[in-house]
């Protein structure tokens, strides 16, 4: 079923390494500015652009969020996931598209692989849980599939097309940060069927679906997590492994972009019955 989306808006959410996704973006983008968006969780600044589309008439919107901040100060732990989501809701976009800097939890996953998972695992203990701390009714979301499903479909098809290879599903676990994990903890992150492991896309995508907003995560493993094949974690490495994946990631979105639809999904009706929406 099509939904009334005109013109379309779709949202990006760019992580480690690649803040400056939007430049590279620009010999397929016009109108590129700065947009400031208040909400009641604070202000979100992004970057707005209109990208033309060979496959479909006219234009879509695209709004690019650095998850750290411009210049990459903020910390996982401290990033304002509920302002950032609300933002998002606030600019009636159709969907999210993230990208993540996440460890391998077994030596099976090499460095550099792109990974579209479909479960989480949070193990986070600080961060914000919900959108409905105060709400006349309990609200309790369904995330038996946390990750969109049509728009990881939407990923994997364009990987494909793009001529990157990338593994069809894998289990986030979602840590605090911003230290990294211990070996013991990897260990018990891989034994409870974890897969990659990262500090950001359980939250966002949890506060995505309660705001009915469709959301997808599109990893890039940058190292072994703890422990893993003897590793110790740097940033240093995953920096520069995401530096040489940004031409993979830049081809994957923007052929996502190129063969968006937007379409009715079961992420926008996630509180049909509630009687009330995500207060953003």
């Given at each position: 079923?099509?939904?009334e989306?005109?013109?379309?808006?779709?949202?990006?959410?760019?992580?480690?390494?690649?803040?400056?996704?939007?430049?590279?973006?620009?010999?397929?983008?016009?109108?590129?500015?700065?947009?400031a968006?208040?909400?009641?969780?604070?202000?979100?600044?992004?970057?707005?652009?209109?990208c033309?589309?060979?496959?479909?008439d006219?234009e879509?919107?695209?709004?690019?969020?650095?998850?750290?901040?411009?210049?990459?100060h903020?910390?996982?732990?401290?990033?304002?996931?509920?302002?950032?989501?609300?933002?998002?809701?606030?600019?009636?976009?159709d969907?999210?598209?993230?990208?993540?800097?996440?460890?391998?939890?077994?030596?099976?996953?090499?460095?550099?692989?792109?990974?579209?998972?479909?479960?989480?695992?949070?193990?986070?203990?600080q961060?914000?849980?919900?959108?409905?701390?105060?709400?006349?009714?309990?609200?309790?979301?369904?995330?038996?599939?946390?990750?969109?499903?049509?728009l990881?479909?939407?990923?994997?098809?364009?990987?494909?097309?793009?001529?990157v290879?990338?593994?069809?599903t894998?289990?986030?676990?979602?840590?605090?940060?911003?230290?990294?994990e211990?070996?013991?903890?990897?260990?018990?992150?891989?034994?409870?069927?974890?897969?990659i492991?990262?500090?950001?896309?359980?939250?966002?995508?949890?506060?995505?679906?309660?705001?009915?907003?469709?959301?997808?995560?599109?990893?890039?493993?940058?190292?072994?997590?703890?422990?893993?094949?003897?590793?110790?974690?740097?940033?240093?490495?995953v920096?520069?492994?995401?530096?040489?994946?940004?031409?993979?990631?830049?081809?994957?979105?923007?052929?996502?972009?190129?063969?968006?639809?937007?379409?009715?999904?079961?992420?926008?009706?996630?509180?049909?019955?509630?009687?009330?929406?995500?207060?953003?």
């Amino acid at each position: 079923m099509n939904c009334e989306c005109v013109p379309f808006r779709v949202g990006i959410i760019v992580g480690t390494g690649i803040e400056d996704l939007a430049k590279q973006f620009q010999a397929a983008m016009h109108g590129l500015s700065d947009v400031a968006i208040s909400t009641r969780y604070g202000e979100v600044k992004l970057l707005q652009a209109k990208c033309k589309r060979s496959s479909y008439d006219g234009e879509i919107e695209v709004f690019i969020l650095p998850r750290h901040g411009l210049g990459c100060h903020l910390p996982p732990h401290l990033i304002n996931y509920k302002a950032n989501i609300a933002a998002m809701k606030r600019l009636q976009v159709d969907g999210i598209i993230a990208t993540a800097a996440v460890g391998a939890l077994h030596s099976e996953l090499s460095i550099g692989k792109i990974v579209i998972p479909d479960q989480l695992i949070d193990w986070t203990k600080q961060r914000p849980l919900t959108f409905f701390d105060e709400c006349a009714v309990a609200v309790h979301v369904d995330v038996t599939q946390p990750y969109c499903e049509r728009l990881r479909k939407l990923l994997l098809a364009s990987a494909e097309h793009a001529g990157v290879s990338a593994i069809d599903t894998g289990c986030y676990i979602c840590a605090d940060g911003p230290r990294y994990e211990t070996a013991a903890e990897v260990k018990a992150m891989r034994i409870l069927g974890g897969d990659i492991v990262g500090m950001t896309a359980a939250t966002e995508a949890i506060l995505a679906r309660e705001a009915e907003v469709c959301y997808a995560l599109v990893c890039v493993v940058t190292n072994y997590a703890a422990g893993v094949l003897g590793a110790r974690p740097s940033h240093s490495e995953v920096v520069e492994v995401m530096r040489q994946a940004n031409t993979k990631l830049m081809n994957i979105i923007a052929t996502s972009i190129e063969r968006y639809k937007c379409y009715d999904c079961p992420c926008k009706h996630s509180l049909d019955g509630y009687g009330v929406k995500a207060p953003v």
